[in-house]
Protein backbone atom coordinates (compact mmCIF):
# COMPACT_ATOMS: atom_id res chain seq x y z
CA UNK A 1 0.00 0.00 0.00
CA UNK A 2 0.92 3.25 -1.13
CA UNK A 3 1.19 6.15 1.83
CA UNK A 4 1.55 10.06 1.36
CA UNK A 5 1.46 11.90 4.61
CA UNK A 6 1.36 15.69 3.93
CA UNK A 7 2.16 17.95 6.93
CA UNK A 8 0.64 21.20 6.73
CA UNK A 9 0.75 24.17 8.91
CA UNK A 10 3.28 27.88 9.18
CA UNK A 11 5.89 27.26 11.90
CA UNK A 12 6.26 30.80 11.91
CA UNK A 13 2.69 30.25 13.90
CA UNK A 14 3.33 28.63 17.04
CA UNK A 15 2.03 25.35 17.01
CA UNK A 16 0.73 26.01 13.83
CA UNK A 17 3.47 24.02 12.63
CA UNK A 18 2.59 20.64 13.98
CA UNK A 19 1.89 19.12 10.56
CA UNK A 20 5.27 20.26 9.24
CA UNK A 21 7.06 19.52 12.87
CA UNK A 22 5.57 15.66 12.51
CA UNK A 23 6.99 15.21 8.68
CA UNK A 24 10.33 16.49 10.07
CA UNK A 25 10.36 13.62 12.67
CA UNK A 26 9.11 11.21 10.06
CA UNK A 27 12.43 12.82 7.95
CA UNK A 28 14.49 11.91 10.81
CA UNK A 29 14.02 8.41 10.47
CA UNK A 30 14.93 5.50 8.43
CA UNK A 31 12.93 5.78 5.34
CA UNK A 32 9.48 3.54 5.70
CA UNK A 33 8.94 1.86 2.93
CA UNK A 34 6.04 2.68 0.10
CA UNK A 35 5.52 6.49 2.57
CA UNK A 36 6.38 9.58 0.76
CA UNK A 37 6.49 12.69 3.05
CA UNK A 38 5.64 16.42 1.80
CA UNK A 39 4.52 19.66 3.51
CA UNK A 40 3.90 22.51 3.21
CA UNK A 41 2.31 25.81 4.44
CA UNK A 42 -1.08 24.92 3.13
CA UNK A 43 -2.94 21.94 1.19
CA UNK A 44 -3.05 23.63 -2.36
CA UNK A 45 -4.92 21.87 -5.91
CA UNK A 46 -1.82 20.74 -7.45
CA UNK A 47 -1.46 17.41 -4.30
CA UNK A 48 -4.52 16.33 -6.43
CA UNK A 49 -1.67 14.76 -8.69
CA UNK A 50 -0.06 13.00 -5.61
CA UNK A 51 -2.57 11.95 -4.09
CA UNK A 52 -3.87 10.33 -6.91
CA UNK A 53 -0.50 7.87 -7.38
CA UNK A 54 -1.13 6.57 -3.57
CA UNK A 55 -3.85 4.17 -1.78
CA UNK A 56 -3.77 6.17 0.97
CA UNK A 57 -3.30 9.77 2.48
CA UNK A 58 -2.64 11.16 6.05
CA UNK A 59 -3.51 15.05 6.52
CA UNK A 60 -1.74 16.20 9.45
CA UNK A 61 -2.39 19.38 10.52
CA UNK A 62 -2.68 21.58 13.88
CA UNK A 63 -5.75 21.35 15.76
CA UNK A 64 -6.93 25.00 17.58
CA UNK A 65 -9.40 22.86 20.00
CA UNK A 66 -10.82 19.14 19.90
CA UNK A 67 -9.22 15.97 21.66
CA UNK A 68 -5.60 15.77 23.17
CA UNK A 69 -3.19 14.79 22.32
CA UNK A 70 -4.79 14.34 18.70
CA UNK A 71 -7.79 13.26 16.38
CA UNK A 72 -7.49 10.88 13.61
CA UNK A 73 -10.39 10.33 11.65
CA UNK A 74 -11.70 9.28 7.69
CA UNK A 75 -12.18 12.00 5.47
CA UNK A 76 -14.20 12.04 2.30
CA UNK A 77 -14.70 14.20 -0.63
CA UNK A 78 -16.60 17.49 -0.01
CA UNK A 79 -16.95 19.72 -3.08
CA UNK A 80 -16.98 23.38 -2.02
CA UNK A 81 -17.12 26.59 -3.72
CA UNK A 82 -13.84 27.92 -1.67
CA UNK A 83 -11.48 26.87 -3.66
CA UNK A 84 -8.74 28.87 -5.04
CA UNK A 85 -5.09 28.00 -6.42
CA UNK A 86 -3.36 29.00 -3.32
CA UNK A 87 -5.82 27.10 -0.62
CA UNK A 88 -8.08 24.25 -0.48
CA UNK A 89 -9.36 22.07 2.09
CA UNK A 90 -8.54 18.82 2.70
CA UNK A 91 -11.97 17.76 1.72
CA UNK A 92 -12.21 19.45 -0.87
CA UNK A 93 -8.48 18.25 -2.34
CA UNK A 94 -10.17 15.11 -2.10
CA UNK A 95 -13.14 15.87 -4.16
CA UNK A 96 -11.36 17.35 -6.80
CA UNK A 97 -9.01 14.17 -7.01
CA UNK A 98 -12.14 12.23 -6.86
CA UNK A 99 -13.47 14.46 -9.99
CA UNK A 100 -10.57 15.05 -12.51
CA UNK A 101 -8.31 11.77 -11.84
CA UNK A 102 -11.18 9.32 -11.20
CA UNK A 103 -9.29 8.15 -8.58
CA UNK A 104 -11.13 7.46 -4.69
CA UNK A 105 -8.25 7.23 -1.85
CA UNK A 106 -8.96 6.72 1.46
CA UNK A 107 -8.08 9.72 3.72
CA UNK A 108 -7.38 10.28 7.09
CA UNK A 109 -6.49 13.64 9.48
CA UNK A 110 -4.47 13.52 12.11
CA UNK A 111 -5.23 16.62 14.23
CA UNK A 112 -2.59 17.62 16.35
CA UNK A 113 -4.33 19.52 19.41
CA UNK A 114 -2.19 23.16 19.39
CA UNK A 115 -2.65 25.82 22.11
CA UNK A 116 -0.53 28.89 21.08
CA UNK A 117 -1.12 30.60 17.52
CA UNK A 118 0.38 33.79 17.61
CA UNK A 119 3.23 34.81 15.79
CA UNK A 120 6.41 33.24 17.30
CA UNK A 121 8.75 30.31 16.42
CA UNK A 122 8.67 26.86 17.85
CA UNK A 123 6.02 24.61 19.46
CA UNK A 124 4.80 25.09 23.03
CA UNK A 125 5.71 22.08 25.56
CA UNK A 126 2.52 20.38 25.68
CA UNK A 127 2.10 20.80 21.79
CA UNK A 128 5.43 19.27 21.15
CA UNK A 129 4.41 16.14 23.83
CA UNK A 130 1.30 15.92 21.82
CA UNK A 131 3.27 15.89 19.03
CA UNK A 132 5.71 12.89 20.14
CA UNK A 133 2.30 11.08 20.86
CA UNK A 134 1.09 11.47 17.22
CA UNK A 135 3.98 10.17 16.05
CA UNK A 136 4.13 7.35 18.08
CA UNK A 137 0.54 6.74 16.99
CA UNK A 138 1.38 6.83 13.21
CA UNK A 139 4.26 4.62 12.88
CA UNK A 140 1.66 1.95 14.47
CA UNK A 141 -0.81 2.90 12.40
CA UNK A 142 1.50 2.56 8.91
CA UNK A 143 2.86 -0.66 10.29
CA UNK A 144 -0.59 -1.97 10.83
CA UNK A 145 -1.81 -0.65 7.90
CA UNK A 146 1.22 -2.16 5.49
CA UNK A 147 1.15 -5.86 7.37
CA UNK A 148 -2.66 -6.40 6.68
Known amino acids: MKILIIGYGNPGRRDDGLGPALIEKLEAMDPIPDVTLDSDYQLMIEYSL ?35 THSISAESLLALTLDI ?25 KAEENLLEALSFIINFIAQTQNH
Open 50 to 84: DIAQHDMVIFVDAAVSGPEPYEFKTLEPKSTCGIS
Open 101 to 125: MSKPVDARLLAIRGYEFDMAEGLTG
